[in-house]
């Protein structure tokens, strides 16, 4: 193993070598992300947006007196969900969040402006990341939608 990397065994340890970080440690997560609040502020609204332009279904759930609309995810994977809030409200400034659209960028795009949002970026190349285009959605969230394909 080179100096930096880190090694995860399926004990849920991991073993850094990295200067003055070595020994095993406690992997909390696969991922860094791990879970995403997007504010909203019409639910109703925002739920069908992000249906047409993930070409998803998405649950609304009730938890207590909370309503949030969970966005689609398999078994254990990254996700999040659309919640009305208070305290926190729609922003073009902050955090970008990548959303998966793979393989219809240019229609996720299309629909997005069609059904009440704004294309501030179309279609682009990241590199050896794939392809991502900046949108705001139906409630004020700047948000990028990312595909490996072109």
């Not at 073993?15 to 019409?42: E, Q, Y």
């Not at 590199?127 to 990312?146: K, M, Q, V, W």
Request: aromatic content about 6%.
């Amino acid at each position: 193993m080179l100096a930096g990397q880190c090694q995860i065994s399926v004990t849920g340890l991991a073993r850094l070598d990295k200067p003055g970080m070595s020994g095993l440690v406690k992997v909390m997560s696969k991922n860094i992300v791990v879970w995403m609040d997007i504010p909203v502020t019409d639910l109703n609204r925002a739920k069908a947006f992000y249906s047409k332009v993930l070409n998803a279904e998405i649950a609304v759930q009730q938890m207590e007196e909370f309503e949030f609309a969970v966005l689609p995810h398999a078994g254990d994977g990254v996700s999040g969900c659309l919640t009305p809030s208070k305290d926190n409200k729609p922003s073009r400034n902050g955090p970008l969040v990548y959303l998966s659209v793979d393989g219809r960028l240019d229609e996720a795009v299309r629909i997005a402006g069609d059904s009440g949002g704004e294309v501030l970026e179309p279609s682009h190349p990241i590199g050896p990341y794939g392809f991502r285009a900046i949108i705001i959605d139906s409630e004020g969230n700047r948000i990028a939608l990312h595909s490996e394909k072109a």
